[in-house]
């Protein structure tokens, strides 16, 4: 039974074996055949393992290293049904990006592939992963080759600088990772997550073990993209190849705040008190998501826009998470799959208008896309989905997410919920209106931050038809996004997942006893009401609608709603300066108030 | 005295920070943020001393002595390699931005902000 | 912002966060006391398990080799993302190498610089060797071997044999090394799942401590590591040099 090393090992087998056949590189469809294959059989691992994970968690230790005398002297993959339904994600994100990069995406050499597969490892490996230090390293991987995908267009300057970004402040995250490690390896002496949170356990709260949660914390919530840390994300999304920015935005960015999860719950939660934990978070997630869906609204650079959009759902996402709820961990589980695959649809869409049309500007494109009828419509789905339209996954999610939330006496997210939702899916759905269908005039608000340069290298200028194997990805990504909404199994798997993923003592158990413990069967899974979902799908349509809407609506009341927002609006925008340094200090501030809270609270 | 180590820990990190934040060259912050990097490795590997400890190899010498924790030693190594991995593609990507744009100076005209 | 408001706002934030660091560091055991039980397993165990005398590379290639897997494909990564964004551009050429200096006639190594790296070009070379080799008994191991080896061909460099180290690129010789150090960690950990074992374990003849030939596959896992870093290495520097030397942008008619 060796599955479980095989998502790693088979793709970062083959990225060097790519490497290696460096004469295939004239030959194109070699290449995309192979990495397409290799990312097909994750997949296929990966639902072999989520089937096995469903009835008992898995632990496979490396090397044969397991327990000596109890202690964990090896790396173990823990592979509970969460860890698995990521992986799951991310191999399905793969193979839908490699499916539409088969298509005229200009590969230099054998490097886009190689890449790929290389990040495609450190995606499985770091959520399978039930040691801290080997999170840390599969971090890094994802890092390092995250970075070279970001400057791949190196003809123009904003990859170059959205990757120096991108490098930087996600090496910030990596060092606070380390000190955390650090500190909680000086007060329990070991690696593994089970391990630390049994040795921590019933022992009284220090200083350096509250600051080692948040030092941690910080670490995976640069990677997460939420308020303060989240400046390098639109730098980076916005200028990477395609294929690239579907997997950051769809998987990568959801792997860092599951990370804070999956330690919180491992490790910390019988540790720490909840309440300081819980109200930072929640704070954080109200902030980011509505200043991403603010941003969103305020871009004409289509994949600036859908970045923002990412930036605002993991607000959300956070949110989410800090309910430290079974029923509020299943939603989320669901969103992060539901809104994987539609962002991913999203940024395929702009890649088939890279290749129409060599551009991603708003006003550029107003109008001229006429002819794309079938990206078109599934641009205005996906914008409906964004904002949570019944029966897509995110609508499901949501919420479930939202009936805990009122359970457990926070009501008022409800609303913050909704209105990152209409932005985000308003802002998509006006840009959609407008490239696709010719509708309304320009908004007053998106009219600085012009795109930047052509988009030359991806792809050459087409003026043919949109070639099925581009539309086929973005489809069925919405479909599946459909089906994780519409049939009950997604639901019933997520309801397992969660709960499996709030049995500290039965994780920790498996770890470290061995003994496979059976969580108990769940009482009733929650199906989440329309209601919700279609009013935020039709704030959505009212706000492209405002943005749109010719004649009357653009008198008065438009003068007065501009008045009113111009000033939080260039304090916005002032922020998002794009100066590296200015990062830093945003992230130094963060940090410092995040860990004087650990003291402060234990 | 025992705290020392941590001091310059916390030093490096801070500097490092203070590097980056008012930077005005794409070299210099690759410097930067090795500068803070290390202090990563200065921790663990204080984390790991054991007083009066040794090298952890046994081989030529015989009898028992007291050795310091090699496990940190090896996070160590690891994140060394992190680093200096993370710093070629830093400048890799500084170099490529100073020809295309003719400066290293990363606050000027950041191509995209808002 | 401006840079008063930033530094007021980094020098605020640093000292608190500096503060908190400090609070949280100094509550650790006493420095100098640590006793981790992963330490006290490791130092224990390694001798009669494993016949390794080395705990470093015991634990880096054994006990947490899986880090170490990953951790090589970092620097693989790195390579192949350092050779994507330094590849010469559409509207660049290739030039012969010329002295940016004008009243030199052409590039000629002082013949003490030449001699220097002559002499030290194969002793650098041979204790890159050793150390990869006998990592598993002594200080060093893959890496640091690999950056050894590596150095030796900066010695060609610096003596101003630079001709050759320019045409290292991707389908030269040394790529070929890269990725096949890389595959062959990859596969050394798999081999143990033809019989039944989980990945990484260490199946092969743990041999008399102290021995060249000992600890199982320690020696052999260095020696990939050994291979990959140092052709990682000379890769790199080639790029870079290639982008300082001959890579020039097209006058623009």
Same mark, same amino acid.
């Given at each position: 039974m060796n599955t479980p090393p095989l998502p790693v090992v088979l793709p970062l087998f083959m990225a060097a074996l790519l490497a290696a056949l460096e004469q295939l590189r004239s030959r194109r469809r070699v290449l995309d055949v192979l990495s397409l294959l290799t990312a097909l059989a994750v997949v296929v691992f990966d639902l072999l393992l989520l089937e096995r994970s469903l009835a008992a968690t898995l632990v496979y230790w490396f090397g044969d290293w397991s327990l000596m005398r109890g202690f964990p002297v090896g790396i173990a993959f823990v592979i509970d049904p969460a860890a698995a339904l990521l992986a799951l994600l991310a191999s399905l994100l793969t193979v839908a990006a490699l499916l539409f990069s088969w298509h005229h995406f200009h590969a230099v050499r054998t490097y886009y592939h190689t890449l790929m597969l290389l990040f495609l490892a450190s995606l499985q490996g770091f959520a399978l992963t039930g040691d801290l230090f080997n999170m840390f390293v599969f971090f890094e991987l994802m890092g390092v080759a995250a970075y070279a995908l970001t400057g791949y267009k190196i003809e123009e300057s904003g990859p170059l600088e959205g990757g120096l970004n991108f490098a930087v402040m996600n090496s910030l995250g990596g060092l606070m990772v380390l000190l955390g490690i650090g500190l909680l390896y000086a007060k329990t002496g070991g690696l593994n997550l089970a391990w630390i949170g049994a040795a921590l356990h019933g022992k009284p709260v220090t200083a350096p073990v509250g600051v080692a949660f948040m030092l941690l914390s910080v670490g995976f919530l640069v990677k997460g993209a939420v308020f303060p840390f989240h400046f390098w994300l639109p730098d980076a999304h916005s200028v990477a190849p395609t294929p690239a920015s579907v997997l950051f935005s769809g998987i990568m960015v959801q792997l860092g705040l599951y990370a804070v999860a999956r330690i919180y719950w491992v490790v910390f939660s019988d540790v720490l008190a909840q309440a300081p934990v819980q109200s930072a978070f929640l704070g954080i997630g109200i902030v980011t998501l509505l200043a991403g869906g603010a941003m969103a609204c305020l871009q004409r650079h289509l994949k600036r826009l859908l970045a923002y959009s990412t930036v605002s759902h993991s607000g959300l996402i956070l949110a989410?998470?800090?309910?430290?709820?079974?029923?509020?961990l299943e939603g989320t589980l669901l969103y992060i799959f539901g809104h994987g695959l539609i962002k991913g649809g999203l940024f395929i869409a702009t890649g088939i208008l890279v290749y129409h049309f060599r551009s991603v500007d708003e006003k550029q494109l107003h109008g001229k896309c006429r002819r794309l009828k079938i990206t078109g419509v599934l641009f205005l789905l996906a914008g409906l989905a964004l904002a949570g339209l019944p029966p897509f996954g995110t609508w499901a999610g949501k919420g479930i997410i939202e009936e805990s939330a009122r359970g457990l006496g926070y009501g008022w997210l409800v609303p913050f919920f909704a209105l990152g939702s209409v932005l985000t899916g308003g802002a998509v759905l006006r840009a959609g209106g407008g490239i696709f269908f010719g509708l309304g005039h320009l908004d007053p608000f998106s009219s600085s931050a012009p795109a930047s340069g052509e988009e030359g290298a991806e792809a050459e200028k087409s003026r043919g038809p949109t070639p099925v194997i581009m539309i086929l990805p973005m489809a069925l990504l919405l479909l599946s996004s459909l089906g994780v909404g519409l049939l009950p199994q997604g639901q019933q798997v997520a309801a397992l997942a969660a709960a499996r993923f709030v049995d500290r003592d039965g994780y920790r158990h498996v770890v470290l006893a061995g003994e496979r413990r059976m969580?108990?069967?769940?009482?009733?899974?929650?199906?989440?009401?329309?209601?919700?979902g279609l009013i935020a799908a039709a704030g959505a349509v009212a706000l492209a609608t405002l943005f749109l809407a010719p004649g009357p609506l653009h008198g008065r009341a438009t003068k007065r709603i501009k008045s009113i927002v111009r000033g939080p609006v260039v304090l916005l925008r002032r922020v998002h300066s794009g100066y590296i340094g200015d990062y830093v200090v945003w992230f130094t501030v963060g940090t410092a108030a995040l860990t004087l809270l650990a003291l402060l609270s234990w | 005295m025992n705290a020392l180590p941590f001091l310059v820990v916390v030093w490096l990190l801070v500097v490092g920070l203070y590097g980056i934040a008012t930077c005005r060259n794409s070299i210099y912050l690759v410097s930067a943020l090795f500068v803070?990097?290390?202090?990563g490795y200065l921790l663990l590997l204080s984390v790991g001393y054991v007083n009066n400890g040794t090298a952890p190899i046994t081989g030529d010498i015989p009898g028992t002595r007291i050795m310091v924790d090699p496990v940190v030693q090896a996070l160590? !190594?690891?994140?060394?390699?992190?680093?200096?991995?993370?710093?070629?593609? !830093?400048?890799?990507?500084?170099?490529q931005r100073h020809k295309r744009s003719g400066t290293l100076d990363p606050k000027s005209e950041p191509p995209m902000r808002g | 912002m401006n840079d008063r408001l930033r530094n007021t706002l980094f020098a605020l934030a640093a000292a608190l966060l500096a503060g908190c660091l400090v609070a949280a560091f100094t509550s650790l055991p006493t420095f100098g006391r640590q006793s981790g039980a992963y330490r006290a397993l490791v130092l224990e165990s390694m001798e009669p398990m494993r016949h390794a005398q080395q705990a470093v590379a015991a634990v880096t290639f054994d006990y947490r080799g899986f880090d170490t897997l990953a951790e090589e494909f970092i620097l693989f990564a790195a390579v192949a993302g350092g050779l994507l964004l330094l590849r010469r551009q559409e509207d660049e050429e290739t030039r012969e190498p010329t002295d940016q200096a004008p009243d030199r006639a052409g590039i000629v190594a002082a013949p003490a610089v030449l001699g220097l790296g002559v002499v030290m070009f194969p002793f650098t070379l041979l204790l890159g060797i050793y150390v990869v080799l006998h990592g598993h008994l002594t200080p060093g191991g893959g890496f640091q071997g690999g950056v050894l080896v590596a150095t030796a061909f900066y010695y060609v460099y610096l003596s101003g044999e630079y001709g050759d180290l320019l045409k290292i690129k991707r389908d030269h010789l040394a790529s070929h090394l890269e990725a096949a150090g890389a595959m062959s960690y990859a596969m050394i950990g798999a081999l143990p799942l033809l019989s039944d074992y989980h990945y990484m374990r260490n199946l092969f003849p743990l041999g008399v401590s102290g021995e060249l030939l000992s600890t199982g596959t320690l020696p052999l896992l260095n020696t990939a590591v050994g291979i990959e870093v140092a052709s990682a290495f000379v890769?790199?520097?080639?790029?870079?040099?290639?982008?300082?030397?001959?890579i020039r942008r097209e006058k623009k008619s």
């Open positions: 989410g998470f800090a309910l430290h709820e079974r029923q509020a969580t108990p069967p769940l009482s009733r899974v929650a199906r989440p009401g329309l209601g919700g | 803070a990097q290390s202090s160590t !190594l690891t994140d060394i390699v992190v680093g200096a991995t993370v710093s070629a593609l !830093l400048l890799a990507l500084a170099l | 890769l790199l520097i080639a790029a870079f040099l290639r982008q300082v030397l001959v």
